[in-house]
């Protein structure tokens, strides 16, 4: 046979497995995501141009984009607060924080939509204190941006968890020995070391808070060209039985979240050459 | 994910600089109140404003049909996704982990692809396949078999967004365990299939039921994908998430909260379940690689 196609195993059933494999694979993600883009291919460029650049859905990106990014943001710093208390201290409650960590991706996003909307409203459980300070938090970017820090959280804590437990004691015994203070340390050889990581648990948290439709649509209030998130919009053109204009606008999106994806594995193969070079 | 114990400040910590005290008890003050405040306090509201009216408000909300039609639906949906997804999961595994061929490393992304696809998007690629205004729209009227505003969307919704769950935990495990078990097995005169029951699944079951628990809490809980192919029929086309909504926006707060907090609840031990798991699939992963006797 001219075409080798698997390598030489004992163990039996791989036509039978890679096909299935496959077979599932197709008919369950990518012929339905063909179908998306062919739907999206069928209008005009200028029509799609103006699909993805309308005012109303300029300003939906400016929202879902800006809320996700000042919420990774936020999740990068406090969650290495979080992820170094768990790595590094022992105290009554680490092993409880540290299984509650996940209780982003357990609950349905909901049930936390709800639940921070019932916090936050004017007369809610915290809203009822803040509005007299002139703090609105329900029905404002503010809000929207909560709901993102909730569901981003678990992903900067969780990647940066195991980068600290690598954590090399010797290079901070070495630095500290040459007389390094202990923020030196921290900042100069502590920070790049797991930057990496860092990194990657900030545009996981980015990629889920710019597709977050659950936890934001309570919390939102939905007024177009202010808390109308992009996932939102995709939404109402669908009802309003504008298919072309939904999956133009889905393909956006798809395009931006890829490219995140991707920013993830260049940092990661920039990051473990340098390491590599280094050695 | 983190099982660093104390026994474990022996080794790579043994050199690691300990912080001051007042810098720990600042830090660890931090890290409890955002945890407390963002995460816990949801939590609590979500039971709290469910017995708002007490017991028998809690249990009223359940006299409604179209809470219990909810109910039925999330299992239907998740008692379908999940052992397809399932199935799914041990065979892309037996053939991603126990073969070589070119384009593997191409598979997995493809397998890991819902992850990164938004719940809306992931709902609408299934309207523009079989709505009315999809490519087998007219098809499928003509054969009076409605997919979306029906049952079947919202199955093929929950499938697709619980697509990786159980073939990602199992496909790095699996890797690392080889096959040379499995080789033994064979050459020992066992067939296929006993080789997969007897050598491969017992290797692999706690890795597998983490999978299947992670993909049953999502399945059960998704609400965006669901949401856009539902239609929202009351009584007929909502799953539980999507009863809470129907119910928040007509201002039945303590019914909305009452059936959240049965997700909450699912959520909860979701996440017992996982921790225990996380547990059990590392002493596993440990025992295999240094070999049952060595322990």
């Known amino acids: 046979m001219a075409f080798k196609f698997k390598s030489h195993s004992v163990l039996p059933g791989f036509g039978l497995t890679l096909g299935y494999t496959i077979t599932y694979l197709s008919l369950i993600v990518l012929i339905p995501l063909a179908a998306l883009f062919l739907k999206s291919a069928s209008l005009p460029w200028e029509r799609f141009w103006q699909a993805v650049t309308d005012p109303r859905v300029m300003a939906s990106y400016r929202l879902t984009f800006g809320a996700s990014f000042v919420a990774a943001l936020i999740n990068a710093l406090l969650g290495f607060v979080v992820a170094w208390t768990l790595v590094r201290y022992r105290f009554p409650g680490r092993k409880f924080i540290d299984a509650i960590v996940d209780l982003p991706f357990a609950l349905p996003t909901a049930v936390s939509g709800i639940a921070l909307t019932a916090i936050f409203t004017r007369n809610g459980w915290l809203g009822q204190y803040l509005e007299p300070l002139g703090i609105k938090v329900a029905f404002t970017p503010l809000g929207i941006t909560i709901a993102l820090i909730f569901i981003g959280l678990p992903f900067v804590v969780r990647t940066l968890q195991p980068a600290l437990e690598e954590l090399d004691g010797e290079l901070e015994e070495a630095a500290a020995s040459l007389g390094a203070s202990r923020w030196t340390t921290f900042h100069r050889v502590l920070v790049p070391t797991v930057m990496p990581a860092l990194t990657t648990g900030f545009a996981l948290a980015f990629a889920r808070a710019v597709g977050e439709y659950g936890s934001v649509v309570f919390i939102s209030g939905n007024m177009p060209m202010r808390t109308e998130i992009t996932s939102l919009l995709i939404i109402t053109k669908l009802e309003q039985y504008d298919f072309a204009g939904a999956s133009a606008l889905a393909v956006v999106m798809l395009l931006a979240s890829f490219t995140i994806l991707l920013a993830i594995n260049v940092i990661q193969w920039h990051y473990s050459r340098r390491i590599r070079g280094a050695a | ?295």
């Open chain 2, 1 to 295: 994910m983190s099982t660093a114990t104390n026994a474990t400040l022996g080794g790579k910590a043994r050199h690691q600089i300990r912080d001051p005290r007042w810098v720990q008890v600042l830090l660890i003050a931090v890290s409890m109140s955002f945890v407390g405040v963002l995460l816990l306090f949801p939590l609590m509201v979500v039971f709290i404003e469910a017995f708002r009216d007490g017991w028998s408000g809690y249990i009223a909300s359940f006299e409604d049909p179209a809470a219990w039609q909810a109910i039925k639906l999330t299992l239907i949906a998740a008692g379908i996704s999940v052992p397809l997804n399932l199935v799914f999961g041990l065979i892309s595994a037996w053939a991603i982990t126990k073969f070589d061929f070119p384009g593997k490393s191409l598979l997995i992304s493809l397998i890991d692809l819902p992850f990164a696809i938004s719940p809306v998007i992931s709902g609408l690629i299934y309207v523009l396949m079989f709505g009315l205004q999809g490519w087998l729209g007219p098809w499928l009227k003509e054969h009076d078999i409605q997919i979306i505003f029906a049952v079947p969307g919202i199955v093929l919704a929950t499938i697709f967004v619980t697509f990786p769950f159980v073939a990602r935990e199992l496909i790095p495990l699996m890797q690392e365990q080889g096959n040379e078990e499995e080789q033994a097995a064979l050459s020992l005169g066992a067939n296929g299939w006993q080789t997969f029951r007897r050598v491969t699944l017992p290797n692999i079951k706690w890795a597998l039921l983490y999978g299947v628990i992670l993909c049953n809490a999502r399945a059960m809980g998704e609400f965006g994908a669901v949401a856009v192919v539902s239609g929202s029929i009351r009584g007929r086309t909502n799953t539980l998430p999507l009863h809470v909504e129907i119910l928040y926006n007509e201002y039945n707060a303590v019914a909305a909260f009452t059936m959240a907090s049965l997700l909450a609840l699912l959520g909860l031990v979701t996440l017992a379940a996982k921790t225990y798991l996380e547990w059990r699939v590392k002493q596993q992963l440990r025992q295999t690689l240094v070999g049952p006797f060595e322990t």
